[in-house]
C-alpha cells in the first residue's frame, strides 16, 4: 500500500534527523560546535523528511477519497504501531 510506504518512510527518516539532532545536542554540551558539514547534513535530513511528511500527507488524504474504508484501516494500523506493548503481551 503507498499510504503505509509513505509512513515508514516519513517514520525512518523523523529517526534519522532525530538521532542526528541528539548527536549535535551531545558534542555541544561537551562544548563541541557544530561543522557546515553536519549543519548540511542536518538541513539535508530535514528537508527529506518534510519531504516524505508531503508525500504521506497526498496519499492518506487521496486514500480517504477513493476509499474511505482503505483509509480508515491505515489509521487504525498507524495507531496500532504506534500503540507500545504492554509488559507480558508481546
Excluded: C
Excluded at 560546535?33 to 548540511?40: D, F, G, K, L, S
Excluded at 542536518?42 to 497526498?58: I, W, Y
Excluded at 484501516?73 to 508481546?90: D, K
Amino acid at each position: 500500500m503507498p499510504a503505509w510506504n509513505a509512513y515508514l518512510a516519513m517514520d525512518v527518516s523523523k529517526q534519522r534527523h532525530y538521532r542526528l539532532l541528539q548527536a549535535l545536542d551531545k558534542k555541544h554540551e561537551e562544548g563541541g560546535y557544530q561543522t557546515t558539514q553536519e549543519a548540511t547534513r542536518l538541513a539535508s535530513l530535514l528537508e527529506t523528511h518534510d519531504a516524505n511528511v508531503r508525500a504521506f500527507k497526498q496519499l492518506v488524504q487521496a486514500l480517504a477519497r477513493i476509499d474511505l474504508a482503505a483509509h480508515q484501516a491505515l489509521v487504525e494500523h498507524i495507531t496500532l504501531w504506534n500503540t507500545p506493548l504492554e509488559a507480558g503481551n508481546g
